[in-house]
C-alpha cells in the first residue's frame, strides 16, 4: 500500500504510540484524523503537524462513536485507513470490589470500540480503491499478563476479531492489519519496569508493514515473544509474568 495522499483515522492519535503513527503517517504524505478525550492535547497536535485535524470524543460511550463515525462518512477526504490504536491497561485483583465494573470499562474501550468502527467504517472502506483497518493489539496476546485481565481478555478478543474480519474481507482490496507491539516507553507503561522500545519504532514498524503488504507487524521483542510462545509457552508465560507481578495493582 501506497501511504502518500491516503486519509488516516489514529484513535489515541494525541500521545504515545497513535502520536507517532500519526507523525510517521503525515511525513508520508497522508492526511489523519486524530480521536481522543483530551482536546487541548489534540488541537496541540494538529497545530504543530501539517495535515492533521482532530474530532474530541469518548470511544467507551457507543454514541460517541456514531458521532465519529458520521462525521467521518460526512467528510473529506474519503478514508483510506482505520487505525484503532487508543487503548488503556490496568493491574487489577479480580476480588477488588469495582473489579467487574473496571474490566467493563476496559472492554468498552479496548474491545468494543474498534469493533464498532471497523463494523460501521467497512462499507466505506470496500468501496475505497485501496484501503486497509489496523488494529493495534500487543505482543501479550501470545502470552497474557494475569495481573491484567481486563486487558488480556480484551486485546486477545481484538486479535480474534481482526482474524475473522480478514478472513471475511479476503476476497476485497481491503487490508487487515494486526499491530502487535511489546513493552513501549509511553505512559501506559510508566510503572512497568522491563526492556521497552520506543513508539516511533512502532510507528515504522506498521508503516513498513502496510508497505509490503503484512498481516502482523511484530516490532521489537514481539518477534521473540511469538517464537518463544511455540516453542516453550509455558516458559515464556512464566517469566512474564514474574516481571509483571513486580507492578502494583491499581
Ligand atoms: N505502551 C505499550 O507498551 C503497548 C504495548 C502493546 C500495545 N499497546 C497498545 O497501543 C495502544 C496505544 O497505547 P499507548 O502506549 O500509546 O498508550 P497511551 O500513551 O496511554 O495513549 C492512549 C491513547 O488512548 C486514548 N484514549 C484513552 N482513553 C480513551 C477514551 N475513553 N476515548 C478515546 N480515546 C481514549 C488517549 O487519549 P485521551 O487521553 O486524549 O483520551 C491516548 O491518546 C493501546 O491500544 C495499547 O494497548 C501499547
Known amino acids: 500500500m501506497d501511504i502518500k495522499g491516503k486519509h488516516a483515522l489514529v484513535t489515541g492519535g494525541g500521545v ?8 510517521a503517517m503525515t511525513a508520508a504524505g497522508a492526511s489523519v ?62 476480588t477488588a470490589p469495582d473489579a467487574r465494573a473496571r474490566i467493563e470499562r476496559e472492554l468498552a474501550l479496548d474491545l468494543r470500540a474498534p469493533i464498532h468502527l471497523a463494523t460501521a467504517l467497512l462499507p466505506h472502506l470496500l ?14 496476546v501470545y502470552a497474557p499478563f494475569g495481573n491484567t485481565p481486563g486487558y488480556s481478555a480484551a486485546k486477545g478478543g481484538l ?11 479476503r476476497h476485497t482490496r481491503l487490508r487487515v492489519v494486526d499491530l502487535l507491539p511489546p513493552a513501549v516507553a509511553t505512559s501506559l507503561t510508566a510503572r512497568y519496569d522491563g526492556p521497552k522500545i520506543s ?23 514481539t518477534k521473540a515473544l511469538y517464537a518463544m ?20 495493582l491499581d
Open 16 to 23: 504515545g504510540i497513535g502520536l507517532e503513527i500519526t507523525r
Open 33 to 94: 484524523l486524530i480521536v481522543g478525550r483530551d482536546e487541548a492535547r489534540l488541537r496541540t497536535v494538529q497545530n504543530l503537524t501539517p495535515r492533521v485535524t482532530y474530532f474530541a470524543a469518548d470511544l467507551t460511550d457507543p454514541a460517541e462513536c456514531d458521532r465519529l463515525v458520521a462525521h467521518v462518512l460526512a467528510g473529506s477526504p474519503a478514508l483510506d485507513i482505520l487505525v484503532n490504536n487508543a487503548g488503556t491497561m490496568q493491574y487489577l485483583a479480580l
Open 127 to 140: 468501496e475505497r480503491p485501496e484501503a486497509a483497518i489496523v488494529n493495534v493489539t500487543t505482543g501479550l
Open 159 to 169: 486479535h480474534a476479531f481482526t482474524r475473522s474480519l480478514r478472513w471475511q474481507t
Open 199 to 221: 513508539p516511533d519504532k512502532v510507528a515504522t514498524a506498521l508503516l513498513d508493514g502496510l508497505r509490503t503488504g503484512r498481516e502482523e507487524v511484530r516490532p521489537g521483542q
Open 229 to 248: 510462545s511455540r516453542i516453550a509457552p509455558g516458559f515464556i508465560f512464566r517469566a512474564l509474568n514474574k516481571q509483571a507481578d513486580k507492578v502494583p
